[in-house]
Nanobody, 121 residues
Framework: QVQLVESGGGLVQAGGSLRLSCAASGRTFSSSAMGWFRQAPGKGQEFVAAISWSGGSTYYADSVKGRFTISRDNAKNTVYLQMNSLKPADTAVYSC??????????????WGQGTQVTVSS
């Protein structure tokens, strides 16, 4: 069984930064791609960023490209999302997910509960 636990959310002013963490249990973390998603109030889930098993490949939604950075530390079973130049439109619940393969993918099988990010104007 895989468990994913996000942390690092909070309230920040526009232009500020936050770093989200996603701690994973299970021995397959280092062989799986990981992704970050978000869901704003009244909206559907939106892909944010993904990273391959080694961290050698990353992929971002156009809305966050150049502002957000995804990274991972396989020794710590943790994936991160560094968010800079935050905008009110970034307000959402952010969740991490485990990919079903090692490379960048659009298929995920385990999800965390999410952490709230609120950006004030």
């Amino acid at each position: 069984q895989v468990q994913l636990v996000e942390s690092g959310g909070g309230l920040v002013q526009a232009g500020g930064s936050l770093r989200l963490s996603c701690a994973a249990s299970g021995r397959t973390f280092s062989s799986s791609a990981m992704g970050w998603f978000r869901q704003a109030p009244g909206k559907g889930q939106e892909f944010v960023a993904a990273i391959s098993w080694s961290g050698g490949s990353t992929y971002y939604a156009d809305s966050v490209k150049g502002r957000f950075t995804i990274s991972r530390d396989n020794a710590k079973n943790t994936v991160y999302l560094q968010m800079n130049s935050l905008k009110p439109a970034d307000t959402a619940v952010y969740s991490c997910a485990r990919g079903v393969v090692a490379g960048i993918t659009n298929e995920y099988d385990y999800w965390g509960q999410g952490t709230q990010v609120t950006v004030s104007s």
